[in-house]
């Protein structure tokens, strides 16, 4: 019988994922809202759509009846995507009532955004309706290669360094090695950032440019990324680490990145709208572009890699026309 028990709420790619990983030690419950997911999972023990050729262990129960999945669970995870987790917290306290999360030992948020409105990070919305014990994981973690056994190394961040500590402990083993940090907000807004740089790197390669503009994209876009995350109170060393330029190159490299692929459609030629509307996935990148906008206005920082990405997706800027725009800026010394 194993011992510990973890209820995921989001049923996705990445909670899914992350699900069969945790499943070859523990019990794992996951709570996913469209029923016909919970049927196809029920009766085929494949979702194709999210993790194509995956089989979902028959000791996995994956359910839309959520007092099942929430009932005696040691971990709590929740795999909401960033803009979606106020409205499902939400649910999850009307059906439930605000004391949901009684007997959880820790509650691990998965998402990488930053809500749009509030301009908060996911374990900032989530410690409005659960006041203690919110750790974050991230870093570069493609949810097919980790159910693959391809080597994969994440980290998790909380204040609580001993709950750290003893959940590092619990998930690192097979491919996954799990680091441990104390600076949440770096680690939170590396995972965010980084999906911006993502689409940027897919217009790259979908315009054929050369691995010259991919190599400035990333550093300069790293540049940013620390600029803003300093500013938010992250610590510099952070963004050098997995949660930062890590996650960046694998999500800015790598066709399996759902960002990746919407700016390689963009550089295609195809219009957000159009290439949105194909997606089962979210992207998270689209709606953080939004959002870190508004803080770079907000904290007055230059990020002009950041402002001509905004202009792409939200004003119909022509991508040509802002690659002129990024070369033709002021010359200046360079600073990281």
Do not use: C
């Not at 005696?72 to 605000?98: C, N």
């Not at 919305?125 to 994969?152: C, K, R, Y």
Request: hydrophobic share 40%; glycine share 10%.
């Amino acid at each position: 019988m194993k011992s510990k028990t973890f209820g995921i709420i989001g049923g996705g790619s990445w909670g899914l994922g992350f699900g069969i990983h945790l499943s070859k030690r523990y019990n794992v419950k996951i709570y996913e809202i469209n029923s016909e997911r919970v049927r196809e999972v029920q009766k085929e023990r494949t979702l194709k759509n999210f993790l194509p050729g995956v089989y979902i262990p028959s000791t996995i129960v994956y359910s839309d009846d959520l007092p099942l999945v929430l009932n005696e669970i040691d971990y709590m995870v929740l795999a909401i995507p960033t803009q979606f987790l106020r409205r499902g917290l939400s649910k999850i306290v009307s059906d439930r009532g605000r004391n949901f999360y009684a007997g959880v030992k820790a509650v691990v948020n998965l998402a990488k955004g930053i809500e749009v409105d509030s301009l908060l990070l996911p374990t900032q919305i989530i410690s409005e309706f659960i006041p203690s014990s919110v750790i974050a994981l991230s870093g570069p973690s493609i949810s097919l290669e980790v159910v693959n056994g391809i080597p994969t190394a994440v980290v998790l961040a909380g204040e609580n360094e001993l709950l750290v500590e003893e959940l590092q402990k619990l998930i690192s083993f097979d491919n996954v090695r799990v680091y441990a940090s104390s600076d949440t907000i770096g680690v939170e807004l590396g995972g965010a950032l980084k999906n911006i740089i993502a689409i940027a790197s897919g217009i790259i390669d979908g315009m054929g440019l050369g691995a010259n503009t991919k190599g400035a994209l990333l550093t300069r876009g790293l540049a940013e990324i620390v600029r803003l995350g300093m500013k938010m109170g992250g610590e510099r060393e952070t963004f050098y680490g997995l949660s930062g330029i890590g996650d960046m190159i694998t999500t800015a490299t790598s066709i399996k990145s759902r960002n990746y692929t919407v700016g390689f459609n963009l550089g295609k030629g195809k219009s957000l709208k159009e290439i949105l509307k194909k997606m089962v996935m979210v992207a998270e990148g689209v709606e953080t572009t939004r959002a870190v906008h508004k803080l770079s206005l907000k904290n007055n920082i230059e990020m002009p890699i950041i402002d001509s990405m905004y202009k792409i997706l939200f004003e119909n800027s022509p991508v040509k026309d802002e690659i002129t725009n990024l070369l033709s800026r002021p010359l200046k010394r360079e600073v990281l």
